[in-house]
């Protein structure tokens, strides 16, 4: 547990790396002088082109890498203390596996390193698996698995030991937009369950959606720093949303543009190409088109979810969690079950997302531990894609500015 | 401790799920049974017993440290190379618990890979004479006394206070009378003389004797059976390579009262080949009651200019001291403590070696091991400038074990007795000792090593 006293989860003073050759000679800057400090239930995402210094960051927070100077706490500690990083959870930019162990055994295995009882393992197991789809090819060897269903066990095993701080390192890399989706909607609901984020992407829309706060890297070093919103926001512009206007209305507001001296521009809102392709496969899958492969849902595993992280264990031992749905047969491929996402950040949708999962679920108790299932078709919140059509334009611009320094 | 038998496990589902072990169970399961049945030696029951037990053992121990240095050090490098370590040592496990995982893994799957291969090496071993079919009694009764049995062996003392004195007496005496021999360093004219008079002891000339004396010869019954064993060597061949040679074996001893007790005295003349190593067995009651007894040996051929006993299998007395079982059993736990070493060597190797270069680096390891004996004895043999490379060199073999010294098999084969004294002095000597002091290397590097620094 993060001790009491510990006002930030992470904190980096003049954190530096500087990589030498074998002579210490042509010396590479990765990391220089960073001061970062992340307070606990922030989801903090660290940004920058490749090779600004992201991965050689996380690898130094995580004891991976020594620092050259300056130093690193990680709740509170050193990262390479046991007792530390039995609260960590931890993603690589690949998902590194044994390619020889099955889904379920490369679990066990992680579960075994933090010392979980045998029943705690198996209920984490079951659960995890479900959460990331994959309780269909539990028995199969990783190494037969497609990157995206990697990248899916990777988070697993980040997750058995339900982590106080969770560091993904491009946490989307390699999954399909639901994927994306799937993982994003999980980082919003492990943040309100009280969990600290801190991920890496070069993926701005990822960051954007799900980050509290942004670090920018370049070249090693800190370009800007603060909170999404703030450093998005165009202070120079309003923006109005209503539902269809007549002509007679729409040529009222331009007058009173035109009064105030405003230029205006009207226009219906885009739906985000994201947004779009999730609700075409949900709709799908709501045709029952036959599929195949792994299973994605949205839901958030149980233990994951419970409130009192204190009171999880005696939880997953009382047999809260439902294992796995074994009646249905998994084909090999990678299969994409959709729930019926909304399109919206909004972390109290978050909710509906297991819809679909939600459906072929008999267990009560499992149904007790999420909202019930939504069953009419997604409708389009105008409200918020029209946030979300704006926003891309703003953050190209960052980044642009970014890369100009 | 929880830490430690996962990655053990994870090493264990490793080794079997690429195919490493079963590659050398394949091998050895098709190789075994057939050399039970070609290996014929020299065609008599015994020569079969031991030519499928030496070929047996040195094979199984040969693949077993080859495994065992392959899957040692792929154990750590591919999980450096794989990366799966950024995964592993961000959990809670020290580097110290995943190395002891990584080892006890490869222990494990060793031992049950030895206890499978001696376990049916020594099965076929003790069913061959059945299948072979009719032998003579003669040949089965060689093949009890001499085989399936665990016998003590002793070697003739060299008496070096005696030949020092020799030594320093010819010098003395060769220097009187020839000056000149000054201008030699002592210490080379004196280690000549030296080797000299070793021979001299172990040297017949023709129509000469040699007499030797053992105590402490403990046999388990007086109707137990008492073994010499030899082997000439002659400067000048004969015709047909034969010894024509007399024996008396024998010894007086005294009862608590001092007066003489009389024991049988044997006496025997046999012709026996040159370089082939021989045995003369005897009833246990030729010895004397206080363990001592002697032998005479008198060279009756007289167109052989000298014949000399070699030094190390030239002379020995065997008699039985426990069973083939036991034997065997300790044998397997000396091949055991290869396999322990290798495996404490192969991961010490990995925590700072690429897999290439930490695989060609156990395999020196092990054929230097292997001929640790010989490397000391031609480099302490060389004069010159060499000779000053004694020192290092032996410092180095000193590092290293000594698994030509410490060779099960060569035991089995004679049947000589392998105590447990000695069982545990390798043990010791090679795990306890140098195995750990590379193992507890391989951790230090291992915990200063950043894993996740690339090394081209």
Known sequence: MVSGDTQYVVETFGLTKVFADWWGRSKVIAVDDLNVKIRRNEVFGLLGPNGSGKTTTLKMLLSLLHPTKGRALVLGGDSSDPKINAHIGFLPEESYLYRYLTAAETLDFYGRLFGLHRRVRQERIGALLEMVGLQGAANRQVGTFSKGMQRRIGLAQALINDPDLLILDEPTSGLDPIGTRQIKDLILQLARRGKTILLSSHLLADVEDVCDRISILYGGKVRIEGKVGDLLRRRDQDQILTSKLSETALEQIRDIASRENATIDISSPMDKLESFFVNVVAQAQKEAHATSGAISTTGISGFLAEEKPESLLDELVAGSVVAADEGEERPATEKVEVAEIQPQVDKGLLQDLSVAELKREESPERVDKRKPAEVEPPKVDKGVLDELTESPEKKTDAAGEDRDE | ?456
Do not use: C
Not at chain 2, 178 to 205: F, G, H, M, S, Y
Not at chain 2, 263 to 281: F, K, L, S
Not at chain 2, 389 to 414: A, I
């Open chain 2, 1 to 456: 401790m929880n830490s430690i038998w996962a990655v053990a496990r994870n090493t264990i589902s490793q080794t079997m799920r690429i195919k490493a072990a079963v590659v050398f169970v394949i091998l050895l399961v098709v190789l075994l049974p057939l050399m039970s049945m070609y290996m014929v030696g020299d065609g008599t029951l015994l020569g079969r017993l031991q030519t499928f037990v030496s070929y047996g053992l040195s094979l199984t121990s040969m693949l077993l440290s080859l495994f065992t240095i392959v899957v040692s050090t792929y154990t750590v490098t591919s999980e450096i190379d794989q990366r799966q370590i950024y995964t592993l040592v961000t959990k809670p496990v020290t580097r110290f618990q995943m190395l002891a995982g990584k080892l006890i893994g490869v222990l494990v799957v060793d031992a049950v890979l030895l206890v499978l291969f001696a376990g049916s090496i020594y099965l076929m071993a003790v069913n061959i004479p059945r299948f072979v079919g009719a032998v003579s009694m003669e040949d089965e009764m060689k093949v009890q006394t001499q085989f399936l049995t665990a016998r003590t062996s002793l070697y003739p003392v060299i008496d070096s206070v005696q030949i020092e004195r020799e030594v320093e007496e010819s010098y003395a005496r060769l220097v009187k009378s020839d000056p000149t021999l000054r201008d030699i360093p002592p210490q080379r004219a004196k280690e000549q003389l030296r080797r000299q008079k070793e021979l001299e002891k172990r040297a017949v000339a023709p129509g000469g004797q040699l007499v030797w004396n053992f105590a402490n010869v403990k046999p388990l019954g007086e109707d137990e059976l008492i073994f010499v064993r030899f082997k000439y060597e002659v400067s000048v061949e004969t015709g047909d390579s034969t010894v024509l040679g007399r024996w008396y074996f024998g010894t007086y001893t005294k009862d608590e009262s001092g007066a003489r007790i009389t024991r049988p005295i044997y006496a025997v003349e046999r012709n026996d080949a040159a370089r082939t190593v021989h045995e003369i067995a005897l009833p246990a009651s030729v010895v004397g009651l206080d363990g001592n007894f002697s032998i005479v040996f008198q060279s009756a051929t007289s167109n052989i200019p000298t014949i000399v006993f070699p030094l190390e299998d030239g002379f020995q007395v065997l008699y039985r001291s426990g069973t083939f079982q036991g034997n065997f059993l300790r044998g397997s736990i000396v091949l055991y403590a290869r396999l322990a070493f290798l495996a404490l060597l192969g991961v010490s190797l990995a925590t700072w070696l690429s897999f290439p270069v930490a695989i060609l680096s156990g395999l020196v390891v092990v054929f230097t091991a292997s001929i640790s004996g010989f490397i000391a004895e031609s480099i302490s043999d060389t004069p010159g400038l060499a000779g000053y490379l004694y020192l290092p060199v032996e410092g180095l073999l000193l590092l290293l074990p000594k698994f030509d010294k410490y060779n099960p098999s060569s035991y089995l084969v004679s049947a000589r007795m392998l105590t447990w004294a000695l069982v545990l002095q390798v043990l010791v000597a090679m795990v306890f000792i140098k195995g750990l002091i590379l193992w507890l290397f391989g951790v230090y590097v291992f915990n200063r090593r950043e894993v996740a620094k690339v090394v081209v």
